[in-house]
């Protein structure tokens, strides 16, 4: 069985894909109904109805209720059980679990654990998504039939730019350059700088440059489900290196991650740059961007494949491999010690003949 972390916000879809209707999803193998009630405030209730477990989802709202589609319970945005047809004393027991939410960078983050612990200051921010002079461009909700953390291990590893991404994100003399990596509590970063080097692709007219760049990428990744790529340009001899961004082109790929089960996450990523918002020039980032996470995506599904046609498989490991080995330590971590903290609530359970 997959163990996942629980105590954390994991990105639920696209704000802008929610409205007063209901809709379907599903995180760490959790099904989850979700709309907007009428103040535009997002519920999200465990797809599940207490009384014979038909899904909520295949029922109508009432309001801000929901209503189930077999014998007609309602349920508040709190899961509380406020309407039994047929029945007028309502037991407080009759439930739903309500998931914490959150919007911030356009997306609807859920809490997957104890609601007791959700704290909305610790959701992800980047300051540069609101700042002048910075614009963003929203990108897709990919698919992957892969594994998140064969995600994650791809946005934490320049390595394979050079490879896979030839026509957007690279070119040749790539591949050759050192990776280094820092790791900081359930932060794991990733980077590499490539001097003296033609421009990349998607950046080709952004900026008035002649000659050869600096270039520079790092992988920011936040456990378990967040990767910041800030990866820039600035002309070869302005001091980019030593921190003069004076005169740069500056992007992040923020890249989302929902977990949907073992063999199934959806990868949500924006664009933030320090280039102001243009038709034209939108449209052609998006567009390379599009293709490049989708050269990932045909990757990371041949390898999921090969992963359950192989589950005994011993992979080679390479130096290149550190900053990814180390990222899937720091989950599994989490996770032990998520586990190790519930154990005495089980045990007692047990002792009280709750639990089986
Ligand atoms: S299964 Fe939902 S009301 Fe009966
Ligand atoms: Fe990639």
Redesign the pocket.
Known sequence: MTQYIHNTWYPLTWARNLEQSISRHRVIEEDIVAYRDTKGQVVALRDL??????P?SI?TLQGDAIQ??????RFNCTGQCVHVPGQDRIPPSIRVHAYPTWENMGMVWIWMGDPALADETAIYDLPEYRKDNYSYIEGDSLRLEANYLNLADNLCDPSHVAFVHTTTLSNANHGIVPVHHEVEGSKVTTWRWILDSPIIPIFRGLKNYQGNVDRWHYYHYYAPCIAIIDFGSAPTGQGAPEGDRSNCIQMWACHFITPVDKDTCIQHWLLVKNIPSDPDIDATLLAGLRTAFNEDKLVLEAIQKNENKYPDFRRTRLSIDASTLKMRRIVDKIIEAEIALAEPETTELLARGIAQ
């Open positions: 109805c207490p009384h014979k477990m038909a909520l029922g189930c589609g077999y014998h007609g319970l």
